[in-house]
């Protein structure tokens, strides 16, 4: 069974910065994973997600200033938030796409970790 672990939410002010990690723990073949994050009042949105071949994509709210990426031998992904601004606040959920079976994947998500960014 994989587990997701996140680290790195916090406060900070506007035009600050912010890394998240998540590792995901157990023997399972980790494929695609991301970033989602869901605002008071708002639905669960892509942030960004990565293949295990690096490729990315990035909601065009964050583009240009947040940049994900992986370590495949550790299975952990990152989240660098850069020029964070006050809409950027929300709870922040790691993705792991786990593959358990040659056609089969199962999705697999973070407790959540909360980004405050003040004005």
């Known amino acids: 069974q994989v587990q997701l672990v996140e680290s790195g939410g916090g406060w900070v002010q506007a035009g600050g910065s912010l890394r998240l990690s998540c590792a995901a723990s157990g023997s399972a073949s980790i494929k695609t994973m991301g970033w989602y994050r869901q605002a008071p009042g708002n639905q669960r949105e892509l942030v960004a997600t990565i293949t295990t071949v690096g490729s990315t994509n990035y909601a065009d709210s964050v583009k240009g200033r947040f940049t994900i990426s992986r370590d495949n031998a550790k299975n952990t992904v990152y989240l660098q938030m850069n020029s964070l601004k006050p809409e950027d606040t929300a709870v922040y959920y790691c993705?792991?796409?786990?593959?358990?079976?040659?056609?089969?994947?199962?999705?697999?998500w973070g407790q959540g970790t909360l980004v405050t960014v003040s004005s």
């Open positions: 993705n792991a796409d786990v593959r358990i079976s040659r056609f089969a994947t199962r999705e697999v």
